[in-house]
């Protein structure tokens, strides 16, 4: 990591927010039918806090795009300042690098310099994409830096990016894109709302459950402190018969085997596979057919009955969590696997392979003994500490302590990056002393 880069965070650059601004938006409005809602959203005229859930890697330009002219200094996970161009790309457009779900002083004064000189900041409270597109939660501490803050928030509420580019697999796929922005919180409501009010009000926008209807409301960011403002119900319009639908796209289940591990008919795991629109047991047989507004149809000629099948992916998602829970309990048996671990060796040139070792998993935390940098190492992360797993799929899953970061590739199965960030997060709720996710 650049030193000038963790020390000084800029004003994101003028003209480069311009021409992204002036490439993308029609790009957007064109390939995604994008809409854009800011009809309960006033603009203030100092610093601003923007959260906004997480459904994919285009996520950063849609909420950029949906504020502008306003510029936003958001926080992004630190891995990407690993890479070129992204290490010298970001800190133009003001991105502040942070250690998810680690405590990182840095990344906080970095924020607190942000606002103190009149900046609007990005935050997407998640701190990685939502692996079946439902809103997971977020980390209790973001409440507390909105309540010290204490600056006027709003919020994004993303719509349809997730069928349009899950992050399961590559590229996109043309669709319908919705972005509500609205208004959250005043500076007067901050001052008499309790940090747990805040994550609840926070939670309850970015999942989608505050939609209570109010037409005609005036915006509400001068409102008594006892009400944040409400979003308004998406109107009907072409293609959102209340799911968000792909548009003419090929190949729709390819690449679900990377979030999805188990079978719901058999219960084997890394049984799935796909082609086309179709995800198939190879031990079972049960096959489903994902339409383009992200249902499941069940095969007639599949082996299992149609009941058992779930009828859209984050049903599936959901009993598959109820599964993995089933493995965890106090004093279980360590879940173990072989990896080779990554880190950032030299900056700008991305994760490197620096040892490798069995990780394993417990009520207690996780544990390497392995090799790191050619030195026999036993590194041990407690439950406590690892709140949450990032993964990029059929790839690598991620720790983040005391301010450094690995990567666990598994060596025999790729595929089961998934299975261990799932268990992690569980772990983490069952067996924390004290969890501090929310959701």
């Known amino acids: 990591m650049n030193k000038k880069t963790r020390k000084t965070i800029k004003t994101p650059n003028g003209l480069l927010y311009f021409l992204v601004y002036i490439l993308f938006y029609p790009f957007l409005k064109t390939v995604f039918r994008l809409e854009v809602d800011r ?11 923007v959260v906004s859930n997480h459904q994919s890697f285009m996520d950063f330009l849609l909420v950029m795009l949906t504020v502008y002219p306003r510029r936003l200094n958001a926080v992004a996970a630190q891995k990407f300042f690993y890479y070129r161009p992204l290490n010298w790309l970001l800190p133009m457009m003001g991105a502040i690098p942070k250690c998810l779900f680690d405590p990182d002083p840095r990344s906080i004064k970095q924020i607190m310099a942000v606002i103190k000189r009149g900046g609007r900041l990005l935050l997407f409270p998640e701190g990685r994409c939502a692996t079946d597109g439902v809103y997971a939660g977020m980390h209790r501490a973001t409440g507390k830096l909105v309540s010290k803050l204490k600056v006027p928030v709003a919020s994004c509420h993303i719509e ?5 580019m899950p992050f399961w697999r590559k590229g996109f796929r043309r669709g319908h894109i919705r972005v509500t922005l609205a208004d959250l919180f005043s500076e007067e409501a901050l001052q008499t709302l309790t940090v747990d009010e805040i994550n609840q009000r926070i939670d309850d926008r970015l999942s989608g459950a505050d939609k209570t209807p109010q037409p005609n409301a005036p915006p509400q960011m001068n409102a008594l402190p006892q009400s944040a403002a409400p979003l308004q119900p998406a109107a009907p319009g072409p293609g959102r018969p209340g799911t968000f ?4 796209a090929k190949k729709l289940a390819e690449g679900l085997q990377n979030i999805l591990f188990w079978c719901a008919c058999c219960g084997m795991e890394f049984t799935l596979e796909t082609e086309g629109n179709m995800v198939r047991c190879s031990n079972c047989g049960a096959a489903a057919t994902l339409g ?13 009955p149609a009941s058992v099948m779930p009828l859209t992916i984050q049903e599936w998602f959901k009993k598959q969590n109820e599964y993995a829970k089933q493995l965890l309990c106090v004093g279980m048996a360590p879940v173990c696997v072989s990896v080779v671990v990554r880190t950032c060796l030299n900056p700008g040139k991305g994760l490197e392979p620096c040892g490798r070792g069995v990780l394993s998993l417990d009520s207690s935390g996780w544990r390497l003994d392995g090799e790191i940098v050619e030195d026999n190492v036993q590194m041990f992360f407690p439950i406590d500490a690892v709140p949450a797993i990032p993964f990029d799929p059929d790839d690598n899953f991620q720790i983040y302590s005391g301010g450094k970061f690995y990567a666990f590739t598994p060596i025999e199965n790729s595929r089961s990056c998934v299975k261990f960030a799932v268990l992690g997060e569980l772990a983490y709720r069952l067996f924390a002393s004290n969890p501090q996710m929310t959701g």
């Open 39 to 49: 009809s309960a959203y006033r603009p203030p005229k100092g610093p601003l806090i």
């Open 292 to 304: 383009r507004d992200g249902t499941l149809t069940h095969e007639p000629t599949s082996a299992a």
């Open 160 to 164: 349809g990016a997730y069928n349009c």
């Open 245 to 248: 639908r792909v548009f003419r």
